[in-house]
């Protein structure tokens, strides 16, 4: 199967894998520990497709590390290695408690640096994170004739923000959002994940993210969230703790501290839930082109 290596002289013992969300962000996330997968971009844009095998907005691989409890690598559903996914660490915290990898509280190292966890009741999860860097208050961008004003972050990832009035549930945030996401200003961090946000008060607000590598709008983005918040009150607009509403309908818990303009002591609080486990059939991989269904117009073109 691609993506997954042959063992027992060419016989494929079954991989197990479980399906996790936090926030509304969906996973595929697996115990790697014994180097059983190979090719992860591969098996990530094929698991990954929605209807026709596991459907995520991105792999997890739970693996060992040296400096801290475990180590998780974060593929999106296109394939990309990204180097940090706040929704998916969480997942991956409870995964590696739920399988006695790790107790209730342990460290995860990620390609952002090294993140705290902490187990609590009901399956939430609660992440200190590193302090979000290099903001940029103004950063207006030209999409067509019109003038974004947003500002940009770094919460592992890069982030756009924009404050929006109102009306934040009625409008298509796809096309704008995908405009700011590929804007060539942005493109020297490989674009950025775009959040709008609406502030309710001064410790609420309500958030929608475009993400890069899933392409589209998510129902949530755990670092979004964190960086829409953070931006929020690095302008006075609230206070922590911030609660934030996202698309799942979902609330997750941002708390921080905020001295001189700087950041410090994030935490992320939010759900991680365990949806199901099972074990990767020859029918999960093959028999599907995974970019054909993701851009049919460019596979036609090129053929």
């Known amino acids: ?18 399906k996790m969300a936090g926030g509304g962000n969906d996973f595929v996330v697996i ?23 596991v459907g ?19 593929y999106n559903a296109d394939g990309g290695l990204a180097a940090f996914c706040a929704n998916g660490t969480r997942c991956a915290a409870r995964f590696a408690f739920l399988n006695v990898i790790a107790g209730r509280r342990m460290t995860i190292e990620t390609d952002a640096g090294i993140v705290a966890a902490e187990i609590g009741e009901g399956g939430w999860v609660t992440l200190t994170l590193p302090a979000p860097y290099a903001f940029r208050a103004q950063r207006p961008l030209m999409v067509g004739d019109r003038l974004i004003h947003g500002s940009s972050l770094m919460v592992g990832v890069p982030h756009y923000v924009i404050f929006l009035r109102d009306d934040l549930w009625s409008q298509n945030i796809a096309p704008l959002g995908s405009a700011i996401r590929n804007h060539p200003d942005l493109q020297p961090d490989g674009g950025a994940n775009v959040n709008f946000v609406v502030i309710r008060d001064p410790h609420a607000i309500e958030v929608r993210t475009y993400e890069r590598g899933v392409e589209n ?19 006075g607009k609230v206070k922590s703790p911030v609660s934030v509403l996202t ?10 501290a905020l001295a ?3 950041v410090d002591s994030v935490q992320l609080k939010g759900d991680a839930r365990h949806i199901y486990r099972a074990t990767i059939t020859p029918e999960t991989l093959e028999g599907f082109d995974p970019e054909f269904v993701r851009d049919p117009a460019s596979r036609v073109a090129v053929s």
């Open 247 to 256: 698309r799942s309908g979902i609330t997750l818990e941002v708390s921080f």
């Open 217 to 235: 709008e998510t129902l949530s983005c755990g670092s979004g969230v964190v960086a829409s918040s953070v931006t929020s009150a690095l302008f």
């Open 1 to 18: 199967m691609r993506g997954i290596s042959q063992v027992q002289g060419g016989k494929q013992d079954p991989l197990t894998f479980s």
């Open 56 to 74: 995520a907005d991105g792999l997890i691989l739970i693996e060992g590390a040296s400096r801290a409890t475990l180590r998780m690598r974060y």
């Open 31 to 53: 115990d790697n520990r014994g180097g059983r997968v190979t090719d992860p971009g591969e098996l990530t844009r094929r698991i990954c497709t929605r209807a026709l095998s």
């Open 260 to 262: 001189g303009g700087a």
